[in-house]
């Protein structure tokens, strides 16, 4: 098993930033790829950042040039630097990560995080 801490939310105002942090432990070997989802009230959960272990990263294109996604190996590690928030990102933002296990064949098994609220408002 692999748990998921997440941490850093809260409230900001619109422009402002904030970083969260989500430390792995457990049977962390084999994680291939970390990221952050978050799921709004009444939407469905959807991407917002991924890293792989060797930093490739992906984004959705509504946080492209806003928020970064960054990765300490050694301290299994994710952070999401959020920057220039909007109203719009508003959400509970959730940790994941991705470790491939076989059982016969390949597969992808996904660990989630409690999840943290991000509440962007004047």
């Known amino acids: 098993q692999v748990q998921l801490v997440e941490s850093g939310g809260g409230l900001v105002q619109p422009g402002g930033s904030l970083r969260l942090s989500c430390a792995a432990s457990?049977?962390?070997?084999?994680?291939?790829?970390m990221g952050w989802y978050r799921q709004a009230p009444g939407k469905q959960r959807e991407l917002v950042a991924a890293?792989?272990?060797?930093?490739?990263?992906n984004y959705a294109d509504s946080v492209k040039g806003r928020f970064t996604i960054s990765r300490d190996n050694a301290k299994n590690t994710v952070y999401l630097q959020m920057n220039s928030l909007k109203p719009e990102d508003t959400a509970v933002y959730y940790c994941?990560?991705?470790?491939?296990?076989?059982?016969?064949?390949?597969?992808?098994?996904?660990?989630w995080g409690q999840g943290t609220q991000v509440t962007v408002s004047s």
């Open positions: 457990g049977s962390v070997s084999g994680i291939n790829a």
């Open positions: 994941n990560a991705a470790r491939r296990e076989y059982s016969g064949y390949y597969y992808t098994r996904n660990f």
């Open positions: 890293i792989t272990s060797n930093s490739a990263t």
